[in-house]
């Protein structure tokens, strides 16, 4: 009797805990799904202003493609978040370069464990990183079929890269799986670079984005349209691409991650050290961006809260009160600003090839430099920059190592002497007002221009200065991606363009008119031989008095040519919307959201935005 009645108990028992399982595992469903709801994803929304070209590192040259990139593919070397100026810092590799045999060689050793995201190129799983990766990525930047607009960073530096880009010309074939001499794998995890001659920038080089690591495999699938396939260790993946008009990334699930550690180096920083330091990065869940190329349409955006990001533009007025400070409006919304003057040039370029505006002639010379003359930067300035920019005086912007500020320019604002130096030179009028060439043809000159409101006011403003002089000028609208090639080619005539520092130093900006690099960065076609020898001996220089000197005979050098009319180097004002934490536009760095956070709690929902 007792047994029976102790295992009636027992059943009881039994049914009463598999009763109060059932109740937990209830609750722990509900309370998972509660904290679900609780924490919803973390989205960054955001514009870029001109479409992107593709997500290959060594392919693309537009800012907006490589801000992607960024994020997408990792370096060996990248920049500290905050300090100013810009320092190098690891990011694939465990430590700054071992540089010995008097800067000749390099010696770079990675952090074992990284992996590239899955990809059906590795099977549909991960696939670690290892030196040899990088080996593959720096000789595919000098594949003659490639055509990388990079290839001048490596060009003549690295011991036996040069030869087998040679020999690839002539049999049609590059081989991948010949030994360079100067890039070795000594183990898995270390990657050796030997120069031909020091180069006290090549830390810079290896921190620049075209030359993350991408993988073979991932090539070798993928062929030409490795541009929609960009395959990382980076901290995000592309999950959605419509051209040239949306962008979306996700975090990487197979990215390791990093901690926000980076030490204040300016006023202001204390705050952003407290809002993210020790935080596992990276923090945004999804990126959305937008391809907004009015201005217009983009500040509506922002003023609406569909934009997590607004540049102030040509809106500083409905920003800015009489002290430039922001309006009690704005800061009633809890929006911050971020301001600086980017380490930038604006400028614009004639094509030496054109028959037009180029050649070394006297002639051609007193043309082009009575453009530039006639030009008024300050009314760009005040009109259409609505004062967020300063004068460049020179091809190296403010902030970048070389500036000079005692630098004063040739080839200043004065449109009297420009038609003075037109009437030399034999540039006559016709009874309609216009000039024609000295022997007597017609001068046009053929600008290229997107489509913008923005750009029709530099189109209006570029008329009126041409109009001074009496030089006609046909504007000729199209494509910025489109604009890019022709230009590499020495297609267009005339194009206006920014530059803003892959690294902080001279160089980066002096290259863009050295004559080897035509067809590459050097938009103009620009081939002097006085630029060039000055060129090429800073190259051999550190930083020091001897090649800073060697900048300023550059810079009369390509004001005597007329290479440039040289702009602005702009002003950046940004807006941020209050539940964007950790903030602070980077000298270099393009891809802030890796560094950013976003509480949620303030973030507007759904059903707030329109």
Known sequence: ????????????????????????????????????????LKVLRMAFQTAETGFDPPRVSDLYSNTVNEAIFERLLTYDYLARPARLIPMTATALPEITDGGKTYTFHLRPGIRFSPDPAFGGKPRELTAADYVYSFKRALDPKLRSPWAFMLEGKIIGLDALAEAAKKSGKYDYDAEVEGLKTPDRYTLQIRLREPDYNFSYIA???????????????????????????????????????????????????????????????????????????????????????????????????????????????????????????????????????????????????DPVVGGFSKEKRALRRAIIMAYNRDEEIDVIRKGQAILATMPIPVGVVGHDSRYQPLNAYNPALANKLLDAYGFKKGKNGFRAMPDGTPLLLKFATGTTALERQFNELWKKAMDSIGVRIEFQPGK?????????????????????????????????????????????????????????????LPDSPERNRLF????????????????????????????????????????????????????????EAP
């Open 1 to 40: 009797m007792r047994l029976r009645w102790d295992g009636l108990k027992g059943r009881a028992v039994r049914r009463l805990s598999m009763k109060a399982m059932l109740l937990s595992l209830a609750w722990l469903i509900f309370s998972l799904a509660a904290s679900t709801e609780a924490a919803p």
């Open 207 to 353: 921190a620049h984005t075209p030359f993350s690591a991408v993988a073979r495999e991932v090539v070798e699938k993928y062929g030409d349209d490795t541009m929609a396939h960009p395959v990382g260790t980076g901290p995000y993946v592309l999950k959605q691409w419509t051209r040239g008009a949306r962008i979306v990334l996700e975090k990487n699930s197979e990215y390791r991650g990093r901690v926000w550690d980076f030490a204040a180096s300016e006023d202001g920083d204390e705050e952003l050290v407290r809002e993210m330091q020790g935080k596992r990065l990276p923090l945004i869940d999804r990126v959305e961006i937008s391809i907004i190329e009015e201005e217009q349409s983009a500040w509506l955006a922002f003023n609406r809260k569909e934009l997590d990001f607004g540049g102030v533009g040509s809106f500083r007025e409905q920003v800015f009160d009489e002290k430039k400070e922001l309006k009690p409006e704005w800061r009633a919304q809890g929006v911050k600003l971020s301001r600086a003057i980017a380490p930038e040039v604006t400028y614009t370029f004639f094509n030496f090839r």
């Open 480 to 540: 910025f991606a489109d604009f890019i090639k022709a230009s590499q080619a020495c297609q267009l005539q005339m194009w206006g363009a920014a530059w803003t520092a892959d690294y902080p130093d001279g160089d980066n900006f002096m290259q863009l008119l050295y004559g080897p690099n035509t067809n590459q960065s050097n938009h103009g076609c620009y081939e002097s031989k006085a630029f060039d020898a000055f060129y090429e001996a800073s190259r051999k």
């Open 552 to 607: 300023l005979e550059m810079t009369r050098q390509m004001e005597v040519d007329g290479a440039w009319a040289l702009g602005l180097s702009r002003e950046s004002n940004t807006l941020i919307r209050p539940w964007v934490l950790g903030y602070k536009k980077h000298p270099i760095l393009s891809a802030t959201w890796v560094y950013l956070d976003i509480d949620t709690e303030k973030a507007p929902t759904k059903a």
